[in-house]
């Protein structure tokens, strides 16, 4: 598995416990968005990124994460994050 | 003309019982539900025997969803929701779909996730408040548990939380039966919760009106009415009741436990003897005879009476009221038994617990036994003699009960419940 692909593999392991349309999640790709696609509550976002932050043990910022509305947005702050370590 | 209003669902969640069956069988019992817990004592508590409601894990998924439960420490909402939901099904009702602007809820709490807001509060002084996730404020906030329930079953009528100490329950009761009988509703579930622990119990514990002599013996500790009761035991939980206009009930055929037929809730003001903490006696007679009044019965139509009776000093002080309001003694005087003697004082929960208790003893014809009171307060039994307290089941038809509850800040509320007749 590349870096990229584990990244979403990890993405979708947090992301899944949050998600109210399984159908959208099985076909899960790049330009999925958390809200209009996932049906993910816009409150529960916060904590979808307090839980990224401890499993790549990173900070995000908070203009960073209005960013992260969907999935192609939040691999690229993950991978931003991760670049400054 | 005012609506009448109907009990059409129940459920409970107490310190001797969770859920209907289980709770009914403690009650005709006389079990008690008050135990030792050994971290009160490592904390330094005087008092370290309460009454906390048993909820497995399991139990707590067939309420809430894994996401719900997710950083979840709030045991009004988990006591709450648990009664609530359960009385709603009782009552025969489906899980909305769609938004339900005819049923609402008044679920009244003392406190809203106390452990979470602990949690919360070292976060936040750890400079870390932008790590506390998005779950705080709805655990935490007063109407938490109105809120949660709101959402679990679709409610669109009102949705609330009222809070008056330990008459919370029994005035979340008559506000929502005030609801329907203006038309307002036709539905409301009504209830209250409250949650238990040493960050609930230590202001109690504190005051001294925790009784410190029971630690050996937890059962025998909750002795409302008794010539040794040295202060009251702290318990919690929920109770709840699905209340309805008798047209709504009927149209649909529900099953109907008992009619709320009357009630009254006032205040002492804390004048005349009444304090933050103590009862002006004048103004609880005065809500006892507004009730009675209101139900526009006899008070000797009472067949039986359920106390507030906490096992504090004030236990002769509310039955000299009882006998004075109502204009009877000895053995024309109710009988009159106290659900806190098995189940300790669940505080803001205990009007509700203790409401759903008093329409099981209509609906299944029985008085249930107040336990730890055979050494019977002198001044009580000088007023209205032994045998008006039962200390085993008695199984007779009850077609009305008193239920009174007071609280801290010198407020009252007393409903008349009756058996009910299509007439």
Redesign the interface.
Known sequence: MSNNEAMLADLKSIIK??IQNEEAFAKLTEETDFINDLKINS??L??IV?DV?DKFDIEID?DSMDKMLNVKAALEVIQEKLAVK | MKKRVVITGMGVVAPNGVGLDAFTAALKSGTSGIEFYPHLKELGFSCCIGGIPKISEEKKREYFT??QL??FNSASILYGCIAGVDAWKDAGLDINEETDFDSGTIFGAGTSGVERLREAIYGVDDKKV??L???VVAQTMASGVSAYLGGMLGLGNQVTTNSSACTTGTEAVLMGYDRIQLGKAKRMLVGSSSEDGPYIWGGFDAMRVLTRHHNEKPESGSRPMSATATGFVPGSGAGALVLESLDSALARNATIYAEIIGGSVNAGGQRNGGTMTAPNSTAVRRCIQDAVADAGIEPTEIDTINGHLTATIKDPTEIQNWATALDLKGDDFPYINALKSTTGHCLSASGSIESVASVLQIKEDFIFPSINSEDLHPEIEALIGKERIPHKLIKQTVNIVAKASFGFGDVNGCIIFKKFKNE
């Open positions: 416990p949050y409150a529960n916060v904590d307090l932050e908070n | 894994e996401l997710r950083n932008r790590r996730g998005s779950t």
